[in-house]
Every structure is written in structure tokens, then in C-alpha cells.
């Protein structure tokens, strides 16, 4: 007799980070802005289409727009030198924002206390504005106007460091920083140019870093910047003046996040998360990805900004660490498939250029698909748990495991998601036991969906339920591969279990969705969520051994049934992770 389908069919809370607040998702109304501060009127000029906009070749009407913006949005006040950049507060903004949310979804999210820290960051090169520790100050800890809790992260604080080679940058930065009450928030650091971008002073007063921001010299000569004015290809926004620093560097953009990269080969195994810079030039990408992939850092991604105009920025993101790239946020950077000529819509975040051959092997999913399994949505995706879990309790050696629907304490005194417990284990797994990780290689538990179910509503006569549920299964060590499996059979290899490290193998996140009718399948999307760039191989093991015992199962229910069991697959890997 089945369980009921209440296990897997639920309606708790989405567990994905909601979005950070961004009040440029929609274009700035100029007259508006100038309703709410006035210094921006006497800027404003009609547009062909009957609006109010301004001159971007203006200078001083530049700076006043954006420091309406940042007055009206968050309560900012900027005084920059006219002979410094002036930041465009919308770009800088989803620069930041793409940043934070990386940070956020990253902590350690099996311990949700842990989540509750403060992050740390880091930025390079910060300039008379410090613009980007003020708007990320701002984001994690809104002070202009009362939000929602639901917009927020679920950081409770956040500390900045910034560092800059100029000296009166740096005294405008100081500044900026204390009109705006932030000192005891930002911290900053003079460096010299020919030293480290991530000096151990710097890093070692932070503690651990959580991610790093730079927006490096684009150009590496007066020439090619005065090339890329003739091309059009410098926004609008940034018309202001800048200095030498800010604009040039030898070699450009690509051999500065170059020596990024180089010091992150030591800085990221233990003192830096994640390593991030913004790229003003399509050509620099491939460059930079092909470095990542020469020093074996394949936890990366290319994440293209929403085009403003014509002109697209790009961020690059990379850790060593074993925490992997979201795949949440992946569905942000559209590949985009157009050709470079065609222009991008006002609407659409979609950049102009091909970026899926620059995309990192190490962070895609695997998909299966599972046979044909009968006219009942909710009995097919409650088979497909009890296959699941059957085939990860056999995996395990046969564990006893707790009831499906006992209840575990959460954080706000409600239920917490539904979890299979190993039998007088958990408490000491929780604590990192070593001796309690040797005696079960495995532990997993069903969660609420991460995002919005893409599957349709499951008639099964209960409102709210989905066809849509997820297992995020964490593993202490191999026990799938033929080796690890040759080894468990003899009796003297089980009496010398190796014992756990204190972190784990890897984890993944199994998302389990209805296929839409006529379709009877259910497909299983796999995303590494752990684990370093060296235990590839283990997680597309591990898919590959658990998805193809699952389908074992499923077709054999069906034959004892009389059904036929026809099914599919795609993107599936052999037990040893080979394609």
C-alpha cells in the first residue's frame, strides 16, 4: 500500500531566496524623479516621443541624475570630484544585486541558523564614489524607507572593505562615506599600485571574505578609448569625466581580472568565497574563461547585465571553494542565440551575444526522464519518491529510517520540510560527527520547490498542491561506484570504514517534475549544489547510478502491472561519470 502523496505533494513556503528589491526593473520616469527632487528639473529637455529625458552629453546633468537617484531611492548623498567618475546608479546597482544574491544563496543553506551572519565584501578599486559599498549597504540594510521582509536577504548585516591606489579618490570615498553614516560599515584602505589587488592587510582585517566587486580599467591606452567613443560603444550614463586610474591600465581589462585570477589560486581555498569583476568588452570573456579553465577553476559563470541601450556588461564569477554556482541564478543570463546585429528589446535581460559556448561544464544540470507511469499525476510522482528513496536507502546499506512525516523543529516554530532521518544520527551529523558519517555515506530530505513549479497544477482534489517536489541528497563519500561497491561486499572493508571528513563529498539538488500532459513521465533534474571542481566525476557518478536504479525500479512496476513502461532519457551519465 502507498503512502499518501502529502509527502512529496507540498504546499510549504518556496525555499529560493526572494529577489533583492531593484527599482530600475522598470525605465526611470525623469519627470517623476524631478517631482521628488527638484535640483534634476532645470536638466530635463522633451524626447521624440513626448517624454522628459536629458542631455547624457551634459555633464552636469549626468551627475544630477544620478544624484536623484540615489537621493529618492535610497536615501544617498554623493559629492564626487569633476575630475572623477560618476557611477550609473542603475548599472552599478544590478552589478550589486547580482553580487549579494550570489553571497546569500551560497551560505551554508543546510544549517539555516548559519544564514543569519553577516557577509563580508570586498571592493577593488572603489573610487571617489564608493558607490558600490553604499548601494550594497543600503540593499542588505534599507534605510530610505520601510520594505517588506519578504524583499530582503537573510543576511541580518553586511561589512565592506574598499580599497583604491589614488589618494584623493580616497579622501572623496571617506566622504561620501561618512555623510551617508556608514563608517562604522565601510572600511577603507589605500593600496599601492604596483601591489597586490588583494593585499593580506586588507584581507587578513576582514576575516573571511564572501565576495569580492571591481570595475577595472577597461582600456589599456587613450587610443582605444578614443576607439570606442567613435564606435559608440561607452554608455551614455558614464559620460563624465574620469581619471587616468579609473579609465587605463596596461593591458586592459583582461590583464587586470587576469591578476585576479592568479592571486585567487591561493586567497580562494580559505580566505575569499567568491571572486567577481565587471567586463565593459564582449572580447574580453573568452580570454578570461580560458585562463579559469588553464588554472582548473571550472565553478565559474558569465552572467550578462540587462542591456541598457545598446550597450551590454558582463560579470564574471568564480570560486574554489566547494560551494557551486547557484543554478537559480542561472535562469538570470539568458544565452542569447540572436546575432550580434540584432537589437536587444527594452524589456528583455537577454544580452546580444552568444555566451553559451563560454558556459562552465561543471555547473549543468543532468535530466532524466522516467518510463510512462500511468493517467494519476499524483501517483506518479509519489512512485517516483518511493523509487527514490528506495534506491538511496539500498545505496546506504538498508539504514532504518525515521517516518516520512515526523515532525523536526524549524526555525520559526512551525514544521520544517519533511525529512528522512538516519535512526539516532542526525543530532551527531548536524555536528559534523565524523563516527556517525562513517556509519551511513548518505543522508537526504524532501524540501519546498526552489522556484515556481513549471509543471501544471496536479488535479489530485487538494488546493495549492504542485506537480513539482525536490530531494537535496548529501553525500559523505562514494558508495556508487563499482570500486566503492566491490569494496562493500567483503566484510573486513565494512569493519574498516574510513571515517568522515567534516565536509561532505558533494551535494545536489534533485528536482522532481510532472511532464505536461499527454505526457505519463516524470522528469528528475539534477544540480550540483557542492562540491569541489575535483569531484566532478562523483556527482554525475552518483546521477547516473541513482537515476538508472530508479528507471529499473519503475519499468519493473509497470511489467508486474502490465504496463509497458516506455520511457526516455537525456543528459544521463554511466555510474563512473562518463557522457
Known sequence: MRRSSSSLLSSTRTSMLPPLPNPYATPVDYA?????????APF??????????????????VRALNAALLKRDFDLALDLPEDRLCPAVPRRL???????????????????????????????????SAIY???????????????????????????MHATDIDSHSLDSARNNIRANDMLDGVSL?????????????????????DFTMCNPPFYSSQSEIDSSLAAKEIEPFAKCTGAENEMITPGGEVAFVSRMVEESLTLGRSKIRWFTSLLG??????????????????????????????TVRWVLAWSLRDRRFPFELLSQTAASTAPPSSPPSSSSSTPRFVIARLASPAISSITYFTPGLGPDPAERLQRVGDALEG???????????????????????????KRRRIEGREEERSRGNGEAAAASALEWRWEPPASAPSSPRVGDGEEGRSGHAELVVRAWRNVWSRKARRAAATAAAVAAAPSSPQRPLLELRLL???????SAQVRLTAHWVRGLDVDRAAFTGLVGFVTRKVGERLKGEEEADGGTGQGGEVGRTDEEGVR
Open 32 to 40: 517623476d524623479l524631478a517631482q521628488v527632487v527638484p535640483a534634476l
Open 44 to 61: 530635463l529637455r522633451p524626447a521624440r516621443d513626448g517624454r522628459q529625458t536629458i542631455d547624457f552629453r551634459d555633464d552636469a546633468a
Open 94 to 128: 544590478e552589478y550589486v544585486l547580482f553580487v549579494l544574491h550570489l553571497a546569500l544563496a551560497t551560505l551554508n543553506d543546510m544549517k539555516p541558523s548559519s544564514s543569519a551572519r553577516a557577509l563580508v565584501g570586498l571592493d577593488v578599486g572603489t573610487g571617489a
Open 133 to 159: 559599498p553604499l548601494l550594497a549597504m543600503r540593499t542588505i540594510e534599507p534605510a530610505a524607507a520601510p520594505r517588506s521582509p519578504d524583499t530582503l536577504g537573510p543576511a541580518t548585516s553586511l561589512s
Open 189 to 209: 584602505y589605500q593600496v599601492e599600485p604596483d601591489g597586490p589587488l588583494f593585499p593580506p592587510s586588507v584581507v587578513d582585517s576582514a576575516g573571511v571574505i
Open 281 to 310: 568588452k564582449h572580447s574580453s570573456l573568452s580570454p578570461l574563461v580560458d585562463l579559469l579553465k588553464a588554472k582548473q577553476i571550472f565553478n565559474y559563470h558569465v552572467h550578462a547585465l540587462p542591456p541598457h541601450g545598446h
Open 391 to 417: 534506491v538511496l536507502r539500498e545505496l546506504d546499506g538498508g539504514a532504518v529510517v525515521a517516518p516520512a512525516g515526523e515532525a523536526v523543529d524549524g526555525r520559526d516554530g512551525g514544521r520544517a520540510p
Open 512 to 518: 522532481v517534475d510532472l511532464e505536461p500532459a499527454p
